[in-house]
């Protein structure tokens, strides 16, 4: 029975320290990674001999290595993750669910069928499933929600884990086990199917929040692409009845310039000719770059700009044809230069200026914002993104952009340094 235990107990931790590895962004190398993983599931293994063989019958070293077990296999996710943050222990504490299913399922099979073998043949193959179900049903997904910043509540998410796990310790392990209760499996076997359901759930909400989501920042793109396409139109028409007036008139300046070389007025003649290449240039319609829905962006942004008297030194490089979607591009800079304007609206006429520089070519997207900054910005510590200060409903812009830099394998960096803020989108194709 002894060694049956610690079978079933190594099988269970090696299945947990492989689906923690499998769910988890890695901050460092494989090797490395797996490195820590090996050393949690030595120190598990080690740890497990304390409360299976010197102290079989202390219900408080049963209690006390339980916990410090739990302790070293969430420490563990925390340690390899790239971000540290509510997903990670959520994922940790779910695998640790996913597990327990497997080893009680290796307890049932002992009790009914009174053969070690078959048990551990039996939990061997219960883990296996699971964790192959979940890697092809539910890697990709989790990946995705992981890198996503949608959902903020995780932290109180990790409370449906951690029930699941307190439900499944009393019933089948501590302080009376299956062995000792066998009447309790009926029910064990039910709650793991309200786990499984419950985490269905769960998903579900994910995936409607992120989709929700998604939705909303479209909406909010069309309705700024029909507004600067109403923009548009109007200096369009505006233009056209300018140069109309001013093409009505040509005959009069016509007359009006040959009487003046009559009379050898040279310098008058040269104030009329430069009003009228000022009205002509003043309707010109100005194209800061070659992709109309980008265009369309900018021109909106910049009429901003101009009322509310701000400098913006644009370099502007952006192909007809992009090799990201301009529908979710156009929002990501609309929302950086429009950050930026509010920023400096209300400083001192010298100090409203805007830089900004935005490449995005065949192989490689390249926006970089940069403004005075007289006040402290607190960045988001998972994300690394200023945070709004603006109260609830605002900061969703940063969201938008963070989303699109994760979709097109991007990379931000953001700066305060020296009264003046930055940042810097990058991506290469």
Not at 121 to 147: K, M, N, P
Not at 384 to 395: A, D, K, Q, V, Y
Request: hydrophobic share 45%; charged share 20%; glycine share 6%.
């Amino acid at each position: 029975m002894e060694y049956f235990r610690n079978c079933y107990y190594l099988i269970s931790h090696g299945f947990l320290l492989i689906f923690i590895y499998l769910f988890i962004v890695h901050r460092f190398s494989r090797a490395r990674t797996v490195l820590i993983c090996l050393s949690a599931f030595l120190m598990l293994c080690a740890t497990d001999i304390l409360k299976l063989n010197l102290f079989p019958d202390s219900k408080l070293c049963y209690a006390a290595v339980t916990v410090f077990q739990i302790v070293v296999t969430q420490a563990t996710g925390l340690m390899i993750a790239r971000e540290r943050n509510g997903k990670v222990l959520f994922l940790g504490l779910s695998a640790s669910n996913y597990v327990i299913a497997g080893s009680i399922m290796a307890s049932v099979l002992q009790i009914y069928t009174e053969n070690e073998g078959l048990a551990l043949a039996g939990s061997l193959f219960v883990h296996a499933g699971i964790l192959v179900f979940l890697h092809v049903w539910l890697r990709d997904t989790w990946l995705q929600t992981y890198e996503r910043k949608y959902i903020k509540e995780w932290w109180g998410l990790c409370l449906i884990p951690v029930f699941f796990y307190c439900g499944f310790s009393f019933l089948a392990f501590f302080p009376h086990t299956l062995y000792e209760i066998p009447d309790n499996i009926p029910g064990v076997m039910l709650f793991i199917l309200t786990m499984f359901v419950s985490y269905a759930v769960v998903l579900r909400y994910v995936k409607s929040e992120s989709k929700r989501t998604d939705i909303y920042w479209k909406n909010v793109l069309f309705k700024s692409y029909i507004k600067g396409l109403e923009n548009q139109y109007n200096l369009m028409e505006q233009s056209e009845r300018n140069l109309k007036i001013l093409s009505h008139d040509v005959r009069h300046y016509s007359g009006m310039i040959l009487s003046l070389l009559e009379q050898g007025e040279y310098g008058e003649i040269r104030k009329v000719i430069g009003y009228i290449e000022d009205v002509t240039r003043e309707n010109k319609l100005v194209r800061y770059c070659d992709n109309l829905i980008i265009n369309t962006v900018l021109m909106q942004i910049m009429e901003r700009a101009r009322s509310l008297e701000v400098r913006v030194r644009l370099d502007a490089v952006i192909s007809r044809e992009i090799p990201v979607n301009e529908y979710e591009f156009a929002p990501v800079v609309a929302n950086l230069l429009e950050n930026a304007l509010n920023c400096v609206k209300e400083y001192d006429t010298e100090s409203r200026c805007v830089e900004g520089k935005i490449h995005c070519v065949a192989d490689h997207l390249l926006l970089h914002i940069e403004n005075p900054c007289d006040r402290e910005i607190r960045f988001d510590g998972d994300s690394g993104l200023p945070l709004s200060t603006r109260g609830e409903g605002h900061g969703l812009g940063m969201q938008s952009v963070s989303s699109f830099a994760e979709r097109t394998g991007g990379s931000i960096d953001c700066r305060w340094e020296n009264g003046s803020f930055s940042i810097l989108l990058f991506a290469k194709f």
